[in-house]
């Protein structure tokens, strides 16, 4: 949202929920009381609740549960991240809008919003169940000065920034965990998954695009059968609402810290925060590499490059790069 109807909202939030008169804004934005209320009119249309009519004053008294670019802004604390936000009430998907950005040159921390996807994405051609005006589906363009071979642990550190943002939301530290890669558990079911693109040239990565899912509002009896007893979300598992436009300020800022340090040092900069959240060692794991072989064995640890180290039966330690884990608990 730009022009008059961005200006009369902002001028209503800076007013504290006081009334202002159409006489006022009327005169502070240069045009007629009329279009005054044709702007109040396009935001209540938006969803937000605006106190007032035509003859008298205005009072912003509610905002909409969506994750408009504007309400994310209102409240956000980043420098790079989130700064430009493209928002969409549906799109097929978050990363796909991403990539078409990034390679039209889009700049680093553009992102992309959406209340709902019709094709959500995620890692190993999965679709991602993505419903309307529940969770968090977003996007971010980034252009790091990295080697395609450290892409990976991009994709870690942000698994750290989002179980630091359920833990803050939640106030639930112990029951958050890493399950290598992308997936953060939430007393052992999965509440985000993160998938990572990239477009490079040689062996320079021009860009990233970090696509992060957030099971927030969804209940759990609308999951897919094939999922259900393996997916939570933050409000199933806490039996609480949680406000949607302050977990996405939050996790925006944690990201932008992470990523920072991330640019900076590399996975070592976020090992501690990670390894405190890495559950998965020393357990029994299957591995379907990307070529659909399968290994066993032991977890061992992450290195530097983001790679999963296993121990397999024979004592031989292995590196995988990339591929699905299932975990010897989980399995049926």
């Known amino acids: 949202m730009s ?33 005054v209320w044709k702007h109040i009119e396009v935001l209540r249309t938006r969803g937000y609740t605006i106190d007032g009519d035509p003859g008298g004053g205005y009072r912003l008294s509610g905002i909409p549960d969506r994750l408009y670019a504007e309400e994310i802004q209102a409240g956000l604390e980043t ?16 990363n796909r809008v991403a990539l078409d950005l990034a390679r ?30 529940a969770n968090l589906y977003t996007s971010i363009v980034l252009r790091p000065t990295i080697h395609t071979a450290e892409a990976p642990s991009w994709i870690l550190a942000a698994a750290v920034s989002v179980a630091e943002t359920i833990e803050q939301m939640l106030g639930k530290s112990g029951e958050v965990a890493i399950k290598w890669p992308n997936d953060v558990l939430l007393g052992g079911l999965k509440t985000s998954g993160i998938l990572m693109e990239l477009g490079a040239e040689a062996t320079r990565v021009d860009f990233l695009v970090l696509g992060i899912g957030v099971n927030l509002n969804v209940d759990r009896k609308q999951f897919p059968d094939e999922f259900r007893n393996r997916a939570t979300s933050l409000a199933s598992h806490s039996g609480r609402p949680v406000d949607r436009l302050a977990f996405a300020r939050l996790l925006y800022r944690n990201l932008e810290a992470t990523l920072d340090v991330c640019a900076d040092r590399g996975f070592e900069g976020v090992r501690a925060e990670f390894d405190a959240r890495f559950r998965m060692r020393g357990q029994q794991v299957s591995v379907v590499e990307l070529d659909g072989s399968e290994v066993h ?30 975990l010897a608990k989980e399995d049926k």
């Open 3 to 35: 022009g008059g109807p961005a200006r009369i909202l902002d001028a209503l939030r800076r007013a504290g929920g006081e009334t202002r008169s159409g006489e006022l804004l009327s005169s502070q934005f240069g045009v007629s009381r009329a279009q």
């Open 79 to 94: 420098s790079w991240l989130a700064t430009e936000i493209h928002y969409f009430d549906t799109v097929d998907s978050t």
């Open 104 to 133: 039209s040159g889009s700049k680093h921390g553009t992102t992309v919003v959406a209340d709902q996807q019709t094709a959500g994405r995620g890692r190993l051609g999965r679709s991602f169940f993505s419903p309307p005006a």
């Open 297 to 326: 064995g032991t977890a061992l640890g992450i290195d530097d490059d983001g790679a999963l180290r296993l121990q397999l039966e024979s004592g031989d330690v292995i590196r995988v790069i990339a591929g699905d884990v299932t």
